[in-house]
């Protein structure tokens, strides 16, 4: 069974990783893909550059095995939608069981994204959420949620594609702005993101 969890990861920090890893571990995924976006359908285009953006990520996942970078949205030119991402994703694995990683405020939108409709006919989704929060009820994704849910895990694993888990996770309050305008006013971000990222920030001067 195999994660998939996308973002600008302009750059990427531990509000990211911690989560994934997580999921990783505590619903035993073989590994998780963790792949940089192109040009991004719902927000403002990166700062970083697409190598930049790549490597700051090949720095954060350095040691571990279960978290890998997955470049085929930023080789695809044009904006980099999910949809196509997973069909690429099950042409190439087959059969193996996809799970698409959100947040909820991610899923909450879902009816916003493009032919969002067919993501759960490609993939599983795992809404990772910080404790205590609510999913949505109503609504075209609260419908969704609905018809799709299960709290069982064994369930993913028994198909490729068709069901909700929701994950509580460990959620940390870090903004990717906020670290790159620290760095433009040259000061550290170091404890915000792994070691060889903010490194890799200085060495190149990315942000300033």
Known sequence: MIGIFGGTFDPIHIGHLQPVL?????????????IP?????HRTAPVASAAQRLAMLEAAIRGEPGLKADDRELRR?????TIDTLTSLRA?????????LLGMDAFAGLNTWHRWRELIQ????????RPGSLPPAQGDVGALLAGHRVDDVSLLRSCQAGYILLKEVTQLDISATHIRALAKAGKSAR??????????????????
Request: proline residues 10%.
């Open 22 to 34: 997580e999921v990783l571990q505590d619903l035993a995924l073989d590994e998780i893909r963790l």
């Open 37 to 41: 976006c192109h040009i991004p359908p």
């Open 77 to 81: 030119p044009g904006p980099s939608y």
């Open 92 to 100: 190439e694995l087959g059969d193996t069981p996809l799970c698409l």
């Open 122 to 129: 490609l993939a599983h989704l795992i809404v990772m959420h």
């Open 191 to 208: 404890y915000l993101l792994p070691d060889g990222v903010w490194e890799l920030i200085k060495k190149e001067g990315i942000y300033v």
